[in-house]
């Protein structure tokens, strides 16, 4: 650990956080091509190319220094060198978030001169998505960048003092946060190599008591544009004022203590995307989803009847952890999301019944895209066997442009309605089911209904008092399921949005045995193609849809119209028109 007296270190935790998502995938990468290896016997081992890749990945997983393509893309335009000639510039290359002037024993200091340039460049490049170093332009967009930090360096140096020791915490805060690596408290770096665990030791270590100056560059890049916009100098008398309101304004941007981790990344519009598709807006969408099928399951009802159960004393819970739950649970009743405003959120964002039409606009095509998508994946899997080729009774066979533009459309649809509330609402869903699954599963709500899990639980409460049994088994694969789905459509909105010369599903991972065996250690964060095609089956089975019935969605139609947002018109507007005789589409 750190002296504790030492000045606190300046964490930049949005290049913390791409590095930790980068170390991610290529540990992940790394896991994958250790286990193709070692079992060459059957898989028949690993391909030149492929060990080479095996090699590139260990000497970066091995070292501490930064990988993040976009950072080290970032770095070498601005040292106007290449990524591979920059092993020697150490001070500009940062060690999970921290840079070279940052990692001093005795303690952190301000950031240097050019460290605040790069951090700069690479906030604003952030800010408008210019995050894919293989773009075309990216060095131009780095160039003008650098020049508009330089035009307001200023401006930019009081923003990065004002802010800079705003936000100090402790790093164990931020790793928990999950935008600082876990390996920064690490004395040696860990890769679990083919012939062996292979380690190197660390320079720059510290613990979680360690504290830090939490400063996202993206923020610091957000606050400066508005002042500039804003008409604000670096001399202005209330500039530390100016710099407090334009910071709070800015929600949805990842700081160290900010409100909202959302972004929204907007497609370069020179690229060919002809529909809109916003990651965090799935995400939203799949936590909804996961919550609309435990709705159905009645699990939220469950969990009210078991409180009024409590409040009546009619269960036999003593002083403990699930007699506190449920007694605050009814103590803050009203700031909790109810049955009403979660079907109307249901019925926004995927046509539900049961929310008033009044107050929110339904997604009418949801269900028939879905089945489309989920159908296309089935037969295009199917087809591959041999089997069903021979026995397929579609003319055509489903292709990788009919599996794309199925995705392409439904994910288009999922971001539309994913907008608004939906973010915030599913943070709190999601929250709540952790907290409903941890207190079905206490060993005192089960004793007091004679179960032995907690679907037992709830199959004995919708028997009991809710009337009638549903069936969880369905709702629980449609569930996890389809947050596979999404996900998935989420975290392939490139490829879907086609002009690539990448296949929508990799033909490789649904025929190569041992590359099925390897899947994901977390489906709904990282689904492969193959997870993918096993969520579709899934729901397709206990959902009880027919072969028929796939055969016939997975062929294409005309993609609906999903241009843009939609805004409800007021209903005095409404009115008005209706008396002069003008009827508009949807009225």
Not at 225 to 236: P, T
């Amino acid at each position: 650990m750190i002296d504790s007296t030492h000045t606190p270190f300046v964490l930049l935790v949005d290049l913390s956080e791409r590095e930790l998502a980068a170390r991610t995938a290529a540990r992940e990468r790394h896991r994958r091509l250790v286990i193709v290896e070692q079992t060459r016997e059957r898989s028949g081992g690993l391909s030149d190319a492929q060990r080479q890749e095996l090699a590139e990945l260990e000497r970066g997983l091995l070292t501490e220094w930064v990988i993040d393509p976009f950072y080290l893309a970032v770095l070498a335009a601005y040292l106007q060198t290449t990524v591979d000639k920059i092993d020697g510039k150490t001070a500009y290359r940062h060690v999970h978030g921290f840079l070279g002037s940052q990692r001093d024993a005795n303690g952190g200091s301000a950031l240097t001169d050019n460290e605040r340039e790069i951090a700069a460049i690479s906030g604003l490049l952030q800010l408008d998505n210019i995050v894919e170093p293989g773009t075309r332009d990216f060095v131009r967009r780095v160039v003008e960048a650098q020049g508009e930090y330089r035009q307001a360096r200023a401006l930019f140096d009081k923003v990065f003092s004002g802010l800079g020791e705003k936000f100090r915490v402790l790093l164990e805060s931020q790793i928990t946060r999950g935008v600082v690596d876990q390996e920064v408290t690490a004395k040696e770096i860990t890769a679990s190599g083919i012939d062996g665990t292979k380690t190197s030791p660390r320079t720059f270590v510290l613990t979680g008591l360690d504290p830090v100056y939490a400063i996202s560059a993206k923020t610091v890049a957000a606050v400066v544009r508005r002042l500039v916009a804003d008409g604000v100098s670096a001399n202005d008398p209330w500039l530390a004022n100016r710099i407090d309101n334009a910071f709070d304004t800015q929600t949805g941007v990842v700081t160290g203590a900010a409100p909202s981790s959302l972004e929204i990344r907007l497609p370069d519009l020179e690229e060919p995307v002809d529909v809109e598709i916003i990651a965090a807006n799935l995400h939203a969408t799949q936590a909804i989803y996961f919550s609309y099928m435990l709705e159905e399951m009645r699990l939220f009802q469950v969990v009210d009847q078991i409180v009024e159960l409590f409040r009546q004393g009619m269960l036999p819970l003593g002083k403990g952890k699930a007699g506190d739950y449920l007694y605050n649970y009814y103590k803050k009743a009203n700031e909790r999301i109810n049955e009403t405003e979660r079907r109307e959120l249901y019925m926004r964002a995927f046509g539900s019944p049961g929310g008033d039409p009044d107050a929110s606009l339904p997604n009418r095509d949801f269900n028939d895209l879905w089945l489309r998508f989920v159908s296309a994946v089935s037969s295009f899997s199917r087809q591959l066997t041999v089997e069903r080729l021979l026995r397929n009774s579609v003319p055509m066979a489903v292709t990788q442009e009919q599996v794309r533009k199925s995705g392409r459309d439904l994910a288009a649809n999922l971001s539309l309605h994913g907008y608004g509330i939906a973010y915030f609402a599913a943070t709190e869903l999601q929250q709540t089911i952790i907290e409903f699954r941890d207190l079905l599963q206490n060993p005192e709500i089960r004793g007091a209904f004679g179960a032995r899990d907690m679907w037992q639980v709830i199959d004995q409460v919708n028997a009991t008092y809710l009337g009638s049994n549903r069936n969880t088994q369905r709702y629980r694969t449609q569930a996890r399921a389809g947050a596979v789905i999404i996900r998935w459509l989420a975290n392939n909105g490139r490829k879907l949005s086609g002009g690539y010369g990448i296949d929508a599903i990799s033909v490789d991972a649904l025929t190569s045995p041992q590359l099925r065996s390897l899947g994901s250690a977390n489906p709904t964060v990282d689904p492969t193609d193959w997870d993918l095609v096993q969520a579709c089956e899934q729901w397709l089975a206990v959902g009880g849809v027919q072969d028929q019935s796939v055969e016939q969605y997975s062929q294409p139609i005309e993609s609906p119209v999903t241009t843009s947002k939609p805004i409800e018109m007021p209903q005095f507007a409404r009115d008005a028109l209706q008396s002069a005789g003008i009827s508009l589409p949807g009225m």
